[in-house]
């Protein structure tokens, strides 16, 4: 049963980082935790190149626009800090999944 720690939602700011076999990366600023348990003020996003409804979201949301990103954790204990989902491995190494990105309502 999915735990109401189990989810995240933060707004953030992406920049464009590079591309990885499986994947485009970003860099991204957490400016606000909206809900969840979460501390990391940096992310590196991953978004699987056959992802294209994430894809074409952040491309079209870079540098300057703040969005919403809502996540799932995954697993615990990754053994990279990057991994082939469109999410994002964070500092204690547990690895959260994309479940939406949206405009932020300022």
Known sequence: MEKESDKIIL????SFTGVIGYADVYKCH????MDGDF????ITLTILTD???NSAFITSHLDNAAFEMGCKRLKDNQPYSLMPISGFVDSQKTS???TYL???QQ
């Open 11 to 14: 707004i953030v700011k992406a």
């Open 30 to 33: 957490i400016l606000k935790k």
């Open 39 to 42: 501390n990391d003020q940096d």
């Open 51 to 53: 992802d294209g409804t």
């Open 96 to 98: 959260w999944e994309i």
């Open 102 to 104: 949206k405009d932020h």
